[in-house]
C-alpha cells in the first residue's frame, strides 16, 4: 500500500510540474491567444517582473513563445498576464494535490489498482473536485465572500 501511494505521489508530482512548465494560453495584448510557457527560470523572472510593475514599472519586456525576443508589455497587460499565470499555476498545485488524496484514499480502502492507475488526466469525483475548487478560490481570493 505504501509503495502504490508513494509511487502515485511521484507520479503525479511530475505530471503537474510538466503540466506547469508546459504553460498556459492568454490573450493580454489584444492579439489572441498566446501561449507562455512556465519554466522555473520563467516563474522567477514573472516573479521579478511583476515586483517592478508593483514598485511602479510602466512596461516590462516579455515574450510568448512564438517570440525568441522580448517586447514591452504594460504594466496592466503584465498584470493580467502575471495573475492568469499565478492562477494557472495554484490550480495545477491544488489539481495534484486532489489527485494524490484520491490514490491515497483509495490505496487506503485497499483499492491498489484503481489507486495506481491515478494520473494527471483523471477526473475527480464530484465531492473531491468541489472542495479542490473551493480550495483553488480561496487561494485566488475568491472564498471570503
Not at 492579439?31 to 516573479?47: N, S, W
Not at 490505496?107 to 472542495?131: C, F, I, M, S
Amino acid at each position: 500500500m505504501d509503495t502504490v501511494k508513494s509511487e502515485s505521489s511521484e507520479a503525479i508530482k511530475a505530471a503537474c510540474a510538466e503540466a506547469i512548465t508546459g504553460g498556459f494560453d492568454a490573450d493580454v495584448l489584444g492579439r489572441g491567444m498566446l501561449h507562455y510557457t512556465l519554466t522555473e527560470i520563467q516563474q522567477r523572472d514573472l516573479q521579478t517582473q511583476y515586483a517592478a510593475v508593483q514598485s511602479g514599472a510602466t512596461g516590462v519586456f516579455w515574450h510568448d513563445t512564438s517570440r525568441v525576443t522580448h517586447e514591452v508589455y504594460t504594466a496592466t497587460q503584465f498584470t493580467e498576464l502575471f495573475q492568469r499565470g499565478y492562477a494557472y499555476i495554484i490550480s495545477c498545485k491544488i489539481r495534484s494535490d486532489w489527485l494524490e488524496q484520491l490514490a491515497h484514499d483509495l490505496a487506503d480502502a485497499d483499492k491498489l489498482t484503481e489507486a495506481a492507475a491515478v494520473d494527471w488526466n483523471t477526473p475527480l469525483p464530484e465531492d473531491y473536485q468541489t472542495q479542490c475548487d473551493a480550495q483553488i478560490a480561496a487561494m485566488l481570493g475568491g472564498g471570503n465572500e
